[in-house]
Nanobody, 122 residues
């Protein structure tokens, strides 16, 4: 089992920045690729970004490319999502998730956090 706890969400004005963190416990964190997903009200959960177990490979959704940066610190068992130039359409609950290899598909992830709310005002 891997337990995941997100933090860092909040209310920010358009154009602002937030940094989300996801702390992992349980099995060896460095064995897992880590993904960030988000779900807006009335919409399906969607992929945001993913990072390989080593941190050497990252991939982003087109909607956040160039504005968001995913990173990880395996010594701290933590993955981060730096969000810059935020837009109102980024408003959602953000979730981190873990699986053995990188994927953009929601259904392929084995472990999920409880989510953290991000609200971007215009």
């Amino acid at each position: 089992q891997v337990q995941l706890v997100e933090s860092g969400g909040g209310l920010v004005q358009a154009g602002g920045s937030l940094r989300l963190s996801c702390a992992a416990s349980g099995r060896t964190f460095s064995n897992y690729a880590m993904g960030w997903f988000r779900q807006a009200p009335g919409k399906e959960r969607e992929f945001v970004a993913v990072i390989s177990w080593s941190g050497g490979n990252t991939y982003y959704a087109d909607s956040v490319k160039g504005r968001f940066t995913i990173s990880r610190d395996n010594a701290k068992n933590t993955v981060y999502l730096q969000m810059d130039s935020l837009k109102p359409e980024d408003t959602a609950v953000y979730y981190c998730a873990a699986r053995r290899s990188t994927s953009t598909r929601v259904r392929e992830y084995d472990y999920w956090g409880q989510g953290t709310q991000v609200t971007v005002s215009s």
